[in-house]
């Protein structure tokens, strides 16, 4: 079983940057694709960005792609989520997500994820 714990959320002035982080325990992570998600108060959770188990591939939503860089590190078992350019729309709970075996066109879908942490707030103010 993998537990997953996000930190570096906070509140952040727009155009500003934050890096969010993920740390697993309970299983080594590399055949795991892992992934960040969102969800902002009263909408559905979306899909942020994601990257393979070997780092390889990754996969950004459109909305973040220019501005946020994923990447990991499977000896430590992280996963970090840089974020510059933020602004009020980037504004929501972020969750770190860990799925196995995962084909790429699957990597946006919330429900071919295992484990989810639970969140770290991100706060925009514009």
């Known amino acids: 079983q993998v537990q997953l714990v996000e930190s570096g959320g906070g509140l952040v002035q727009a155009g500003g940057s934050l890096r969010l982080s993920c740390a697993a325990s309970?299983?080594?992570?590399?055949?795991?694709?892992m992934g960040w998600f969102r969800q902002a108060p009263g909408k559905e959770r979306e899909f942020v960005a994601a990257i393979s188990w070997s780092g390889g591939r990754i996969y950004y939503a459109d909305s973040v792609k220019g501005r946020f860089t994923i990447s990991r590190d499977n000896a430590k078992s992280t996963v970090s989520l840089q974020m510059s350019g933020l602004n009020a729309d980037d504004t929501a709970v972020y969750y770190c997500?860990?799925?196995?075996?995962?084909?790429?066109?699957?990597?946006?879908?919330?429900?071919?994820?295992?484990?989810w942490g639970q969140g770290t707030q991100v706060t925009v103010s514009s």
């Open positions: 997500a860990v799925g196995r075996f995962l084909a790429y066109s699957d990597s946006p879908k919330p429900a071919k994820y295992d484990t």
């Open positions: 309970g299983r080594a992570l590399s055949t795991y694709t």
